[in-house]
């Protein structure tokens, strides 16, 4: 249907409820189920049948200042075209969005939408009232509107969530039971690391805070897989189904498709304990081997010996050794690599640094462990992701020491 470029009435539009609903399933790949559908209205011209963008709709009525009322009346057409899929199966969540901004004006407490999810015999429990907390100033309306409608029995996500306009510092106030992942965070997520320990660290405070993760604007299996990977619990996107008008036609096609996603990612699990497993005794072998040489040479012989191997093994990106104390013996040695964004900020370690606050020291020294490997990081030696495995051996003199080696990037996934 054509888009329309002319003015419109948004009075006409409200008065003859010239609206209709398109759904977008939500998914959960673990369950393996369609656990719901957020709601996304659209205008619709009644002289030519035209669809009228929703960013449309809403500029309109913001102009008008009758935000308010369209607001309403999406909500209640979504409500409306849910309660059909709702008959059917009274476990569909329905994902509702509300336009914050109306919390300003003094809705808190007008009842408007609990009556219109029993008009429709809807249980509040099946909706999740999705918000953008930026948009309202009223911070205190906002905590009554949330606190009144979990009251009810309602849901609360916060979306957009890593988008420019989210303040990660409202969701303590928020207390909310899902949070939706912006699309922008998810875009190409499996091509960019920056991304993806965003994307962690908002899946680790959920963990925290209790609530669910959304993955919103899924398009891509291989960013379906990523998020899957970084804990996300559900996904919605084009890589299900775009939004539709008559999603009940769909629900076998996006059944499959989220059953075809299970099995590849149970696939690749299995696949990527298989391939660590094989990384890290290969990493084992060449560790132990430099260690074997080590104990066969004084200390002051270290540092010719880390050069020689290093030269053997392109997967280490440097290696360098500490003392018992967590003193590092000898210099960083590298590979030959790009190193350091900025000097000033990355540059490796030299003979002499402490070590002993790091994870890779104190966990072998403290612990029963005789080799430990971290969490990938930005190394301040070269600016670069790696991984540091580090392993206990005993000198020539007796004395333990342990090699810290760096995993290169290209070699850890």
Do not use: W
Request: with cysteine; hydrophobic share 40%.
């Amino acid at each position: 249907m054509p888009l329309l470029d002319y003015k419109l009435d948004i009075n006409d539009i409200i008065k003859n409820e010239s609206i209709t609903t398109h759904f977008q399933p939500v998914v959960s790949v673990k369950k393996k189920t369609v656990v719901g559908f957020e709601a996304l209205c659209r205008g619709i011209d009644v002289e030519t049948n035209g669809i009228i963008p929703p960013n449309t709709l809403f500029h309109l009525a913001k102009d008008r200042e009758m935000t308010l009322e369209f607001d309403r009346l999406c909500r209640k057409k979504a409500l409306e075209s849910y309660s059909r899929i709702y008959n059917k199966d009274n476990e569909a969540i329905l994902f509702l969005n509300l336009d914050t901004s109306i919390i300003d004006r003094g809705v808190v407490g007008s009842g408007h939408l609990l009556n219109t999810v029993h008009s429709y015999r809807i249980d509040p429990g099946n909706v999740v009232i999705e918000i953008i907390e930026s948009k309202t100033t009223d911070i205190l309306a906002l905590n009554r509107f949330i606190e009144t409608h979990k009251n009810y029995g309602f849901l609360i996500a916060l979306d957009d969530v890593g988008a420019g306009h989210s303040n990660l510092d409202r969701i303590p106030l928020v207390k909310p039971d899902v949070l939706k992942i912006d699309r922008s965070l998810i875009n190409n997520i499996d091509r960019m690391y920056y991304k993806q320990e965003v994307f962690k660290s908002l899946v680790n405070l959920s963990k925290k805070i209790g609530a669910l993760v959304v993955a919103e604007g899924v398009e891509r299996e291989e960013e379906a897989m990523l998020v899957l990977d970084l804990g996300a619990d559900m996904l919605q996107g084009y890589y299900f189904s775009k939004p539709q008008e008559n999603i009940d036609d769909k629900i076998s096609c996006i059944k499959n498709k989220t059953d075809s996603i299970a099995f590849k990612y149970r696939s690749h699990l299995v696949k990527k304990v298989k391939d660590a497993k094989s990384r890290h005794k290969g990493y084992k072998m060449i560790i132990d081997i430099i260690t074997s040489d080590l104990s066969k040479i004084s200390v002051e012989h270290y540092d010719a010996r880390l050069k020689e191997a290093i030269k053997s093994h392109l997967v280490l990106e440097c290696v360098y050794i500490l003392n018992e104390a967590g003193t590092q013996v000898t210099d960083t040695i590298f590979n030959h690599v790009e190193i350091l964004k900025n000097r000033k900020i990355f540059g490796p370690a030299k003979k002499g640094t402490d070590h002993s606050s790091k994870d890779y020291y104190y966990l072998i020294v403290n612990t029963s462990l005789s080799s430990y490997t971290t969490e990938p990081y930005i190394s301040l030696a070269s600016g670069n992701l790696c991984v540091t495995i580090s392993s206990l051996f005993v000198g020539l003199d007796g004395r333990r020491f342990i090699i810290c080696v760096d995993i290169r990037q290209n070699y850890l996934y």
